[in-house]
């Protein structure tokens, strides 16, 4: 393991530990985001393009009923949650799910995987007929012939941008796609990192490209060096919500930061006493296909 590969799960691990997870689904924001993901995902169909959203998104998303026409629900499907968290997204979506399927979620954080197993026989119990396994795993380091050729559907939320060597991890998760099997990125879009002047790694270490990578990164990331075909990679949604003054440091365009620095976003006290600021922020949808 290199050095700074190591540094980067440490940082992860350090920042991201069991007190955080606990309060980690509890967070609007994190609620909000994990709506935005299900219904993208949910609506997901490799034969279509997800049209861009023109309005500003401010709320909770409805998510389609359980036995609509969805690609994920028209047979079992094997997926992999990766950087699975505790695990509530892969919840929002076993409802679609049909009986034979498996999600696999994987994780480097115990903190995280110690709630998704705890999360997992809650599901076991809903949906007996489904197959739910959490592995901690380093997929750089760690043993990962099991997942060789395995899944229909891979996807990472919001997490992208916390993975220090994310070129070797997505030639990595090609290689565990079935054949004609998806890998699909929401992540956050910051139009500052086009720029080349854009700002790198951000302050503390945890997250590892501050505020996403650039469209064409992506593209050839998933194309040229993972050999995926297919590739596209579009900015789809805004949002707007309430976020604390560190993430906003990490993730947002420079006119947003120099707004919190001028004291012009609006605020509000969150649960805790602690102070939260309104943005917009961007999310980006990246995917690829493997053919053969």
Do not use: C
């Not at 699909?184 to 139009?191: H, L, R």
């Not at 060096?225 to 906003?248: D, Q």
């Amino acid at each position: 393991m290199s050095e700074t590969h190591a540094e980067a799960i440490e940082a992860n691990k350090k920042e991201m530990d069991l007190n955080f997870a606990r309060i980690y689904d509890e967070l609007d924001s994190q609620k909000f985001f994990n709506s935005v993901n299900a219904r993208v995902l949910l609506e997901f169909d490799p034969l279509k393009v997800l049209p861009p959203t023109d309005s500003v998104i401010d709320k909770l998303v409805d998510l389609p009923k359980p036995g609509s026409d969805l690609w994920i629900s028209k047979e079992p499907r094997s997926i992999l949650d990766f950087a699975v968290g505790t695990g509530s997204l892969t919840e929002k979506l076993a409802p679609y799910l049909q009986n034979g399927s498996e999600v696999v979620g994987i994780d480097i954080n115990e903190s995280f995987m110690l709630l998704f197993t705890e999360r997992i026989e809650r599901l076991e119990v809903t949906h007996p007929d489904i197959k739910f396994e959490a592995v901690i795993n380093d997929v750089l380091n760690d043993d990962t012939a099991q997942f060789q050729d395995r899944f229909d559907l891979i996807f990472l939320t919001i997490s992208y941008h916390h993975i220090h060597n994310y070129e070797t991890v997505t030639k990595k998760l090609a290689l565990f796609l079935k054949k004609d099997g998806h890998l699909v990125i929401i992540d956050f879009y910051n139009e500052d990192v086009e720029k080349e002047t854009a700002p790198g790694k951000a302050p503390g270490g945890a997250v590892q490209h501050m505020g996403g990578l650039k469209l064409e990164k992506l593209k050839e990331t998933l194309g040229d060096l993972s050999g995926l075909s297919n590739v596209s990679a579009v900015p789809f949604a805004e949002l707007k919500l309430f976020l604390p003054e560190k993430f906003i440091m990490n993730h947002s365009t420079q006119s947003t930061i120099d707004a919190l620095k001028d004291g012009k976003l609006p605020q509000k006290i969150a649960k805790d006493g602690s102070n939260l600021f309104e943005i917009t922020i961007k999310l980006v949808i990246a995917t690829g296909t493997k053919l053969s």
